[in-house]
């Protein structure tokens, strides 16, 4: 199977799959020196891990993280950092009936066409839970930002028709809140619509926001590795989200030029803009204001009432699923988002360093 590693320099290559032993990744690419530890990563870890309140999945996972090469005497060598999480509360029984049917909303289907052959045990390499690769690897991308100023934070926008008043905006609620949403009276109304969504049997979808701070201006290219674009993919390449945004995203289609366009000004002698439409990008390189991104999760496609699909042998049928899921994926997910959102940044970052001849010369140069 391709397609399992991210990155150029700052490269991590997930592996394992729901039901299986174990879960983890691989990071190349960073650099010697960062003072590192289990703690750091599973800070992180904990925020997407399962069981943690009433509107995730009661599957238990400690989802506890072990460092197995790449750090000494608590800092990275530089080799390639191997991290590890052992599943621990898997209960595949209930996955059996779907080895001979495709649930609707999953990759049961697709995976089948592509491979011929698929683990149906919680999805497989498909399931959720292959985002702990991402997150811990994005942890270690997040401390390297941080000590260059660049702070990176998610969050929960709406939930079904509940939407957070960013005004009331509390970044101590994103990690207080069942719901990671910033606003804690929207968190109470997203809550009371997710109970009655679970006692109709049914999940609903959201959005999630991330914003980038501190992000200087002129990181990116212009043509095949834009910064929004390779941003949009690895966005993209969570599970369950179906579109994503930059800056104002669709709403700018309804504008004139005038009105979209972000006009420059001088401020204690520095480039700044009057407006932050762009979300921070221009001509697929960073402009210097912070980044905007946007992303729109569909509703947990397992249910627990009946659902119309086919079987192997192309019959009609009738399932009622069975396991334990989410009645929504957005809060899990938003710790996700921030960290495919971190390593992208660092690796642009990375790969800005050689970009001009001045900064070349600078490294080298003694």
């Given at each position: 199977?391709?397609?399992?590693?991210?990155?150029?320099?700052?490269?991590?290559?997930?592996?394992?799959?729901?039901?299986?032993?174990?879960?983890?990744?691989?990071?190349?690419?960073c650099p010697a020196g960062l003072a590192l530890n289990e703690a750091d990563i599973q800070c992180y870890l904990d925020r997407r891990k399962p069981g943690a309140s009433n509107i995730a999945t009661p599957r238990k996972e400690a989802d506890s993280v072990e460092i197995l090469s790449g750090v000494f005497e608590g800092r990275t060598t530089g080799t390639p950092i191997s991290l590890i999480v052992h599943n621990t509360s898997q209960i595949s029984k209930d996955y059996s009936e779907i080895a001979s049917y495709y649930r609707p909303g999953h990759a049961d289907y697709t995976?089948?066409?592509?491979?011929?052959?698929?683990?149906?045990?919680?999805?497989?390499?498909?399931?959720?839970?292959?985002?702990?690769?991402?997150?811990?690897?994005?942890?270690?991308?997040?401390?390297?930002?941080?000590?260059?100023?660049?702070?990176?934070?998610?969050?929960?926008?709406?939930i079904g028709p509940i939407e957070a008043d960013l005004s009331k905006f509390d970044p101590q609620a994103i990690l207080?809140?069942?719901?990671?949403?910033?606003?804690?009276?929207?968190?109470?109304?997203?809550?009371?619509?997710?109970?009655?969504?679970?006692?109709?049997?049914?999940s609903a979808g959201g959005c999630m926001e991330c914003i980038v701070e501190g992000m200087p201006a002129g990181i990116g290219d212009p043509v095949f590795e834009k910064l929004d674009a390779n941003l949009a993919k690895a966005i993209m390449s969570i599970g369950a989200v179906k579109a994503v945004e930059i800056g104002d995203g669709h709403q700018v289609a309804a504008r004139r030029g005038h009105e979209n366009n972000d006009a420059f000004r001088m401020e204690d002698g520095v480039v700044k803009k009057a407006t932050n439409h762009g979300g921070g990008i221009s001509g697929g390189i960073s402009d210097g204001d912070a980044i905007v991104l946007r992303a729109y999760v569909k509703p947990t496609p397992s249910i627990f009432r009946t659902q119309q699909t086919v079987n192997q042998s192309g019959e009609e049928i009738s399932i009622n699923i069975k396991g334990r899921h989410d009645p929504i994926i957005v809060p899990r997910a938003v710790v996700v988002m921030e960290c495919m959102t971190a390593i992208t940044i660092l690796d642009a970052l990375l790969i800005n360093m050689s970009a001009k001849m001045d900064s070349i010369v600078s490294f080298y140069h003694k």
């Open positions: 199977m391709a397609g399992s590693t991210y990155g150029t320099i700052f490269k991590i290559t997930t592996w394992g799959e729901s039901h299986g032993k174990a879960l983890g990744v691989v990071i190349d690419g995976f089948d066409s592509k491979y011929g052959f698929r683990d149906y045990r919680g999805g497989g390499r498909s399931s959720g839970r292959e985002t702990i690769g991402r997150v811990a690897a994005g942890a270690i991308a997040c401390k390297i930002l941080l000590s260059l100023g660049i702070t990176v934070c998610a969050y929960t926008r709406s207080n809140t069942p719901t990671a949403m910033p606003d804690l009276s929207a968190d109470k109304a997203a809550r009371d619509y997710l109970e009655t969504i679970k006692q109709e049997t049914d």
